[in-house]
């Protein structure tokens, strides 16, 4: 590498080491959070689960939930029904602790049928 300074290839390899390790914590969080999703996308879909009582409803999904290791709790799941037919949405926050800095990453995974 003629011409470009040693501390700049350092330099690139280390910001590139730092996204490959922030890439790493955050994804876990990101595919749990689709499976979610799809999940509630299916129940929501399901023209059986029209006439199911909120509570099983809440029940399913609160369960998929644990399964996925994601800390979703029952004040989490809101199931609104409309003449449309039901809808669900999940509101949650992961705390991920990184070296010298902790951020929370705030999940919305939410479905409707229509």
């Keep these: 590498m003629k011409g470009v300074p040693r501390w700049r290839v350092a330099a690139a390899i280390a910001v590139l080491a730092g996204l490959v390790f922030l890439l790493g914590m955050f ?7 689709l499976e979610l999703q799809n999940f509630v996308s299916g129940i929501a879909r399901r023209g059986e689960n029209q006439t ?5 409803l809440r ?3 609160i369960d998929k939930a644990h ?4 800390p979703v709790t029952e004040a ?3 199931i609104m029904r409309t003449s449309e037919g039901v809808r669900i949405d999940v509101r949650y926050a992961v705390r991920v602790s990184l070296p010298g800095y902790t951020v929370d990453l ?3 995974p939410g479905a409707g049928s229509r």
């Design 106 to 108: 705030h999940f919305y």
């Design 59 to 61: 029940t399913w999904v």
């Design 67 to 70: 399964d996925l290791g994601v």
């Design 52 to 56: 199911k009582s909120d509570d099983v």
């Design 76 to 78: 989490n799941v809101h």
């Design 27 to 33: 994804a876990p969080y990101y595919f749990r959070n």
